[in-house]
């Protein structure tokens, strides 16, 4: 079968052909329907190496960590599924024993160094094929929803949603105001499911004007990015900051906007992982903010992203390729001139 396979590291990932993968106990056989192209698979091609990067990261694998499909084959000792039925696939694969495992939360398994990976596209093989291999319990339902639009959702929607589920007691009064920092595939969801989850007035902000128009026609107040960002953000806050802000990006200068757009106990949470730093002063940080980090999310909000999802609430922008072109939409990925979430899809749409 084909696959885009990662195979050296500073190296452009290749289409290759590879054996189709037999599910082993426990697990599924995937049709995939769609894989989404995602930031950090750019940073495994291009900024890790022998000396720096996640040991699990090693290559070769097939790329593709946001993966949606229908059931192929059930592998031994795996019941109650169905062969043609789609799933959403949570792409964190821990050791499954521990605290942070026993509660769905993968990411943060207490015995990640140990595991020979991270997920599914990372360290193992992923989406970007026409079959994959996943663990039954990795799956998520989608019943009659369209599972290639979907497959950005295991990333790039529970990403956002844990972020923000964990500011929602900073967003319930009636005058709160949340700040949305990059308009790319995550920062757009993460406007709807702001909208979605709160009342709060949510401020968006980037610097592209395509992006902007998006994120206002979901109901965002826009500001654009460059001279004057931080006041103009302020003042529309009546000068009191913001209540919750999420910067999408996590370079130094976003995070310097979201440190000085955010409230006394407030909160700022850095999801993206552009590398930036911050240099923190008591007297130039407003008291009692937090700024914390997160990564990725829960197997169970995933199950509450897809419901966000078949329930109309959560739409992603994206661009659909076949697994022929995917190389190309990498590319794209690279160069910056994607305008939604690149999907490839292995079997049409």
């Given at each position: 079968?084909?696959a ?6 500073k190296?452009f990932?290749?289409?290759?052909e590879?054996?189709?993968?037999t599910p082993?106990?426990g ?6 329907a769609?894989?989404?192209a995602?930031?950090s ?7 890790f ?8 990261l ?6 593709g ?10 592998g031994?000792g795996?019941?109650?599924l ?12 821990g050791?499954?024993?521990?605290k942070?495992?026993?509660r ?20 193992r ?16 339902p ?5 599972p ?12 956002p ?6 500011s ?7 005058d709160?105001y ?6 790319g ?5 993460a ?8 009342g709060a ?7 592209k ?7 206002e ?21 009546g000068g ?8 999408l990006?996590g ?5 310097d906007v979201?440190?000085?757009t ?15 730093n911050?240099e923190?002063?008591?007297?130039t940080t407003p ?13 169970e ?8 999802y ?8 994206v661009?659909v ?18 305008s ?6 292995p079997?049409?749409?």
């Amino acid at each position: 079968m084909k696959a885009v396979v990662f195979e050296k590291y500073k190296t452009f990932p290749v289409l290759a052909e590879i054996e189709k993968p037999t599910p082993g106990p426990g697990e599924v056989l995937l049709k995939v329907a769609g894989a989404g192209a995602c930031h950090s698979d750019v940073a495994v091609f291009t900024d890790f190496s022998e000396d720096f990067g996640p040991a699990q990261l090693k290559p070769s694998f097939v790329l593709g960590h946001e993966n949606a499909g229908w059931i192929e084959e059930l592998g031994p000792g795996v019941s109650g599924l169905s062969k043609g039925d789609a799933f959403l696939v949570y792409g964190p694969i821990g050791c499954g024993h521990c605290k942070a495992c026993s509660r769905g939360q993968d990411t943060y398994c207490e015995n990640a160094a140990t595991m020979p990976y991270l997920a599914s596209g990372l360290g193992r093989d992923g989406g970007m094929a026409e079959y994959m291999v996943v663990p039954a319990r990795n799956l998520v339902p989608l019943g009659d929803a369209d599972p290639v639009a979907a497959a950005p959702l295991s990333d790039a929607g529970l990403t956002p949603y844990h972020a923000i589920k964990k500011s929602l007691p900073l967003l319930t009064h009636g005058d709160a105001y949340a700040l949305v920092i990059g308009l790319g595939g995550l920062g757009q969801i993460a406007v709807q499911i702001l909208s979605a989850l709160t009342g709060a007035t949510i401020i968006a902000t980037d610097t592209k004007e395509e992006a902007m128009k998006a994120a206002e026609a979901r109901g965002a107040v826009v500001v654009p990015g460059g001279e004057g960002q931080a006041e103009k953000i302020r003042e529309i806050t009546g000068g009191r900051g913001v209540d919750a802000v999420f910067d999408l990006v996590g370079a130094g200068p976003t995070i310097d906007v979201a440190m000085k757009t955010v409230a006394a106990q407030g909160r700022v949470t850095v999801v993206g992982i552009a590398g930036g730093n911050y240099e923190w002063n008591f007297y130039t940080t407003p008291y009692e903010t937090e700024l914390t980090n997160t990564y990725w999310g829960t197997i169970e909000e995933l199950h509450e992203v897809v419901a966000l999802y078949r329930a109309g609430k959560i739409t992603p922008d994206v661009e659909v390729y076949s697994l022929d072109d995917a190389l190309e939409a990498y590319q794209k990925l690279v160069d910056g001139t994607l305008s939604a979430r690149a999907v490839v899809a292995p079997h049409g749409r």
